[in-house]
């Protein structure tokens, strides 16, 4: 989830569980860094690892077990903060940092990208696929009534927020269902693998793939509030196989940052041929078209070269896809070109 998004759903999980006595001011400093501070792994970097991003991300900073250690920390930064204000308690304020920290959380668990939440129990990256990672109608309203519980120190605005959270969250888990149901039922039989993801600030478009005669297919999925989904079918790729001859050799380095990929993505690869006669392994999960097999993210492979591994993405639009995309959220079907 962005950044915006976790600080207003922080800043409401927080001040909803201030203590009458705490000061307004600590609390909302303490919610709101311990809302932000799971994503302090996006420091972690290395000019030695391409794969330190997706390694990284969402790990043990976000995990259940360590998250009360982050609170601790925003906490004890409150309370130092306001060391001189009557009431800034480390006790009080920690119990705010927990729920803002809890907050986060959760709130990236519902999102596609996936969060280890077990993490040291399993490295399970759980993702509930509910929520899109950018999404202007849970955060505009989520943000305005932050601010009001910040402002009015009134605690039914911050619960109004974190309601309102979880509320658009359930829809998003019925819309998703309901996607799902509605992509199952037009192909008549479950396919080896299926997944059904949000697609950018919407809970009305999502993006189907499934595998199928080893190939990966594509498809934009419309579920409105009344009548029938539509369906709009995409583009194909091949099923990435590891032990297709173009994978670097059994014990190179780039044949384990392949493995490490893999795992990364729990499978879900593709492969096709680079412009440069190299082949790219790809995440069919993400795209930035529903219709597009095109991943977001892939590694670029030069056969005959064992220490070439690259990582690639792809935030390209071809011309006219923001016009297809607007036509597949309103729900009529937009061709490929």
């Known amino acids: 989830m962005d950044n915006v998004t976790h600080a207003a759903l922080g800043l409401c999980a927080g001040l909803a569980a201030r203590g009458r006595t705490l000061p307004l001011a600590a609390a909302a400093t ?26 990284w991300h969402r790990h043990f900073t976000h995990s259940l077990l360590l998250w009360p250690l982050l609170a601790a920390g925003a906490a004890g930064l409150a309370a130092w903060i306001f060391r001189r204000k009557e009431g800034a308690r480390f006790g009080p304020l920690y119990l705010v940092a927990l729920a803002a920290g809890l907050s986060h959380v959760l709130n990236d668990a519902c999102t596609s990208y996936g969060t280890m939440v077990l993490w040291p129990f399993s490295e399970a990256r759980v993702a509930w696929d509910c ?3 950018i999404d202007l109608a849970l955060t505009a309203p989520l943000l305005a009534l932050g601010v009001a519980a910040w402002r009015s120190g009134n605690r039914a605005w911050a619960a109004a927020g974190v309601a309102w959270c979880v509320a658009y969250a359930g829809l998003g888990k019925l819309q998703r269902d309901r996607a799902e149901a509605a992509l199952l039922a037009e192909l008549g039989k479950r396919p080896a693998r299926l997944a059904v993801k949000p697609t950018v600030s919407n809970l009305v478009l999502w993006r189907g793939i499934w ?21 709009s079918a995409g583009e194909t790729r091949r099923v990435w196989n590891p032990l297709d001859p173009r994978n670097p050799p059994a014990g190179s380095k780039a044949r384990a940052l392949l493995d490490d990929f893999n795992r990364f ?22 795209a930035m078209i529903p219709t597009r097999a095109s991943p977001l993210w892939a590694v670029h492979l030069k056969p005959g070269e064992p220490a070439h591994f690259e990582v690639r993405m792809d935030r390209r639009l071809r011309e006219g896809d923001w016009g297809r995309f607007g036509s597949l959220l309103l729900g009529r079907p937009a061709p490929l070109r």
Do not use: K
Not at 39 to 45: E, G, K, N, S, V
Not at 211 to 231: C, L, N, Q, S
């Open 265 to 286: 993505t729990g499978g879900w690869n593709s492969i096709e041929r680079a412009e440069d006669g190299g082949v790219l392994v790809g995440d069919i999960r993400f």
């Open 211 to 231: 595998e199928m005669d080893g190939e990966w297919r594509t498809a934009a999925v419309h579920v409105g509030p009344f009548g029938a989904a539509t369906i």
């Open 30 to 55: 303490a919610a709101l860094v311990a809302g932000e501070l799971p994503d302090i792994d996006l420091l972690i970097r290395s000019a030695d690892d391409p794969l330190v991003a997706f390694r």
């Open 131 to 133: 929520l899109p990672i």
